[in-house]
């Protein structure tokens, strides 16, 4: 069973900068695609970013397009996300998930994913 862990989450001013990290245990990573995914309350658990099992290929939605960089280190069995210029609006507990490979086209939908994290919280606020 894979099982993934987020961590990385904070307190941060508008317009700083930080970095996420998911990391793998149980199964190997590169069997998998991954995505990022984030929720505030009373609203749906959305995606935003997603990378290809090799790491060639990344998708993300408009809302963080240019601001927010996905990488993965199959070594390492983690997944990384390095956010900048972030905003009040980025305020949420943010989640990485693990679907059976996909094009990346499709991998920001929610209902493809299997294996979940606990979430990390991110507040963006002075």
């Known amino acids: 069973q894979l099982r993934l862990v987020d961590s990385g989450g904070r307190l941060v001013q508008p317009g700083g900068s930080l970095s996420l990290s998911c990391t793998a245990s149980g199964y190997t990573l590169n069997s998998y695609t991954i995505g990022w995914f984030r929720q505030v309350p009373g609203k749906d658990r959305d995606g935003f970013s997603c990378i290809s099992r090799s790491g060639l290929a990344t998708n993300y939605a408009d809302s963080v397009k240019g601001r927010f960089t996905i990488s993965r280190d199959n070594v390492k069995k983690t997944v990384y996300l390095q956010m900048n210029s972030l905003k009040p609006d980025d305020t949420a507990v943010y989640y990485c998930?693990?679907?059976?490979?996909?094009?990346?086209?499709?991998?920001?939908?929610?209902?493809?994913?299997?294996?979940w994290g606990q979430g990390t919280q991110v507040t963006v606020s002075s």
């Open positions: 998930a693990a679907a059976l490979p996909i094009a990346t086209m499709r991998c920001l939908d929610r209902e493809i994913y299997l294996h």
